[in-house]
C-alpha cells in the first residue's frame, strides 16, 4: 500500500489542488497534494506514513502568505478541521486550526482578558504562534503559556514560551514541526469591558485597512521606531498597481488583488516599495508575509 492509500483512510485527499482558493490574497498555484485530516489523531499517524522527502506545508486561512504562481511541489495540509477552543478556569486551550477571532470571542464570553487583539488578526492559531501574530500593541506571546508541537517523525512534544525564543512576528519552532495547540493565561474581567474594546479594536482596523478586497495583511513589519506603511506613502507609492496587483489607497502596508493579481504582480510591487524606501531612507524593510515556492 503507497502512502497516498494509507493516508487516505485518515481523512480526505485529493490532488493539483488550486491554493489561490485557499489564501486570502487570493493568489497561487496549485498543491501537488492536499491532505485534510479527520481529527488530531489522524493527523499525527498521517505523520508517521509520509516518505521524509515530501515537502509538507499547514495551511489554516491561509493569510499573511504568497503562494508562488508554481504552486507546491508537496502535500499541503489543511488544518481547519481541527479547531477546538476549551477554556479552564483563566486558561483557554485551542487547536491549531481555530480562527483568532473565534478565540477572543470564546474568551470574552467566559469574561477572560487578554486575548482581545486577535478579534482583528485574520489567520488561525497555528500561524499566529508561528509568527507571533499580534495587533494594536500585543502578540501572541504576551499571554502564551505553552504548545503541543507535531514533529516530522509522528511525535508529540510540549513546548514552553520560553522554549520558542518568541521575538516580533517570530517563533523558533523545530524544523519541519506543526503546531497542534497552544494554552494562554488571562485574567478575568467584565464580559462587556472585553467585547467593548474587541469592537473598539474591529472598527479602527475596518476604518483604516483595505477590508474590502483580497488581501495578505501587512506584508512589511515596521522597523523599530516608524511604520512601514508610512514609509510606502512618503515615497509616492500608495495606490501604485502592478498588473492586478496594488497598493492600497487605504493602508499602504498592504497590497490588494484586483481581480486576477499573480504572484509575480504582489513581488514586483514589494521590490519596488522595499527598493525605493531603502534608496530615500536607508531602512531595508523586511517581509512580513510568508513566501512559499518564491522569494523577494
Not at 162 to 184: I, K
Not at 203 to 214: E, F, G, I, N
Request: glycine share 10%; charged share 20%; net charge negative.
Amino acid at each position: 500500500m503507497s502512502w497516498k492509500q494509507a493516508i487516505t483512510a485518515l481523512g480526505a485527499f485529493e490532488s493539483d489542488t488550486s491554493l489561490a482558493e485557499r489564501t486570502t490574497l487570493c493568489v497561487g498555484g496549485h498543491a501537488r497534494w492536499l491532505f485534510r485530516p479527520s481529527d488530531e489523531a489522524a493527523l499525527v499517524k498521517a505523520m508517521t506514513l509520509l516518505p521524509h522527502d515530501i515537502e509538507i506545508f499547514p495551511l489554516g486561512r491561509g493569510s499573511n502568505l504568497l503562494v508562488s504562481d508554481d504552486g507546491i511541489d508537496g502535500l499541503v495540509i489543511d488544518l481547519n478541521g481541527l479547531s477546538g477552543i476549551t477554556i479552564s478556569g483563566s486558561h483557554i486551550v485551542a487547536n491549531a486550526g481555530a480562527r483568532m477571532g473565534k478565540i477572543a470571542q470564546a474568551a470574552a464570553s467566559a469574561g477572560l482578558a487578554g486575548v482581545e487583539f486577535m478579534a482583528t488578526v485574520p489567520g488561525d492559531l497555528g500561524g499566529g504562534v508561528a509568527m507571533n501574530a499580534g495587533a494594536f500593541g500585543q502578540q501572541v506571546s504576551d499571554v502564551l503559556v505553552s504548545i503541543q508541537v507535531l514533529h516530522r517523525d509522528g511525535k508529540v512534544t510540549d513546548m514552553q514560551r520560553e522554549d520558542l525564543h518568541m521575538v516580533y512576528r517570530w517563533t523558533n519552532l523545530p524544523a519541519g514541526s506543526l503546531v497542534l495547540s497552544a494554552m494562554f493565561a488571562l485574567k478575568e474581567d467584565d464580559a462587556e469591558s472585553i467585547k467593548e474594546r474587541m469592537r473598539v479594536m474591529r472598527k479602527k482596523r475596518s476604518d483604516t485597512q483595505p477590508l474590502a478586497l483580497p488581501n495578505c495583511g501587512s506584508v512589511f513589519k515596521n522597523p523599530e521606531g516608524d511604520y512601514a506603511a508610512r514609509l510606502i506613502e512618503s515615497v509616492g507609492l500608495k495606490g501604485k498597481q502592478i498588473g492586478h496587483a496594488r497598493i492600497s489607497d487605504v493602508h499602504a502596508n498592504f497590497i490588494v488583488n484586483e481581480g486576477s493579481a499573480s504572484c509575480e504582480d504582489v513581488l514586483a510591487l514589494m521590490r519596488l516599495a522595499k527598493n525605493t524606501v531603502l534608496e530615500q531612507y536607508g531602512v531595508d524593510l523586511e517581509p512580513e508575509v510568508r513566501f512559499v515556492g518564491c522569494a523577494l
